[in-house]
């Protein structure tokens, strides 16, 4: 059965630096999300991307985020200056036309901010 | 916007006893709800789903949620717990026909079922 995945599967980085989260999603889906959830709370919307280009965003999602579709597969959130208060667990899900159709999630990112 | 209530953090239970997990949302349109499971150590899988026609639903693994309009509710239920059904599990929804479809997720509810 297809899946969304994601890498790496850990991530430690120091405050200020910059890191990349990559996502697979499902080949024949069209919607892509990444959601955070970070230690001890609800996971909790960041972004959505639709035909190249971010169709919603959360009051989260400020000037430090950005998402990327490279190429045909890879899916990206990049965070430009990481804050001790990033550490989370960041899922990506993808999901296939319509508003209806379930959205797939991968087993996440844990990223420690130190 | 819509938000999402799971009222008990943590539920434990025996074996082969049954379960409720309580999910109230609020939202100011017509909404597609959710119940999603997190094994440890894995992603959200999605458990079951309303999106419209009967307010009752079911799982393949047993478990049922009914929709219930008047009462913003959307409770998970199974008759009979394995030790296998130890997760999280959030409640979400999303509104009908809004851009993105983004989720909102409740808290989650530890449900811990003991021998």
């Known amino acids: 059965e297809p899946e969304v995945t994601q890498t790496p599967s850990h991530q430690v980085t120091q405050m200020g630096q910059e890191v990349i989260l990559r996502c697979v999603p499902i080949?024949?889906?069209?919607?892509f999300y990444w959601y955070r959830q970070i230690l001890g709370q609800k996971v909790e919307f960041l972004v959505s991307f639709y035909n190249n280009e971010i169709s919603e965003k959360s009051e989260i999602f400020d000037d430090q985020f950005s998402v990327e579709r490279p190429d045909g597969s890879n899916f990206t959130l990049k965070i430009r200056s990481t804050k001790l208060e990033d550490s989370a667990m960041y899922f990506c899900?993808?999901?296939?036309?319509?508003?209806?159709?379930?959205?797939?999630f991968g087993p996440g990112t844990r990223l420690l901010v130190l | 916007a819509q938000s999402v209530t799971q009222l008990d953090s943590q539920v434990p239970v025996f074996e082969e006893a049954p379960v409720e997990l309580r999910c109230n949302y609020s939202s100011s349109v017509s909404v597609y709800l959710f119940w999603y499971v997190q094994y440890p150590n894995q992603g959200l899988q999605l458990l079951l789903k309303?999106?419209?026609?009967?307010?009752l639903v079911e799982s393949i693994n047993g478990f049922e949620a009914e929709f219930n309009k008047s009462q913003t509710s959307f409770h998970l239920r199974k008759p009979s717990v394995h030790i296998s059904d130890t997760a999280e599990y959030f409640c979400a929804v999303s509104g009908v026909g809004t851009s993105g479809s983004r989720l909102t997720f409740g808290e989650g509810t530890q449900l811990t079922v003991n021998p």
């Open positions: 080949s024949n889906h069209l919607y």
């Open positions: 899900a993808s999901k296939t036309w319509g508003t209806q159709e379930t959205q797939y």
């Open positions: 309303y999106l419209s026609g009967s307010t």
